[in-house]
Nanobody, 126 residues
Framework: QVQLVESGGGLVQAGGSLRLRCTAS????????MGWFRQAPGKEREFVAG????????DYADCVKGRFTISRDNAKNTLYLKMNSLKPEDTTVYYC???????????????????WGQGTQVTVSS
C-alpha cells in the first residue's frame, strides 16, 4: 500500500503563487507515475499534471501549461506542484495520485490511478 499526503494549499490573491507538496510513504519502491488532479464541487476530477520517474517526463493540462510546474525530490519521496499566475478559476481541491506498481507512464484519466491523497484546498481571490 501507498499513502499520499498533500500540503501547501491555502488562500492567495490572483496572480500569486503556491507550491503544493505530496509526500509518499509505504511501498514507494516502484517507479509508478504520479499526477495532480483537481475537483470542484459537482464536477468530475480533472487532470492537472503528470510525472514519470523514468526520464522525468511531464504532462500538463492545457489550462495550466506555462503556469504550473510538476517536479519531484527522489530522496524525500515527494512530488511538488508549483503554481504561478494563479487565477480565481484555479480555486478548488487539489489531489495527488499514484498509479499502480509498474505503471510508469502518467495518464490523464483519474481511473488509471490507484492511490490518492486526502486533498488540499487552493483558493484564489480576485
Amino acid at each position: 500500500q501507498v499513502q499520499l499526503v498533500e500540503s501547501g494549499g491555502g488562500l492567495v490573491q490572483a496572480g500569486g503563487s503556491l507550491r503544493l507538496r505530496c509526500t509518499a510513504s509505504g511501498r514507494t519502491d516502484s517507479l509508478s507515475a504520479m499526477g495532480w488532479f483537481r475537483q470542484a464541487p459537482g464536477k468530475e476530477r480533472e487532470f492537472v499534471a503528470g510525472f514519470s520517474w523514468i526520464g522525468g517526463i511531464t504532462d500538463y493540462a492545457d489550462c495550466v501549461k506555462g503556469r504550473f510546474t510538476i517536479s519531484r525530490d527522489n530522496a524525500k519521496n515527494t512530488l511538488y506542484l508549483k503554481m504561478n499566475s494563479l487565477k480565481p478559476e484555479d480555486t478548488t481541491v487539489y489531489y495527488c495520485a499514484r498509479r499502480r506498481r509498474g505503471a510508469v507512464v502518467p495518464r490523464r484519466e483519474a481511473e488509471q490511478y490507484d492511490y490518492w491523497g486526502q486533498g488540499t484546498q487552493v483558493t484564489v481571490s480576485s
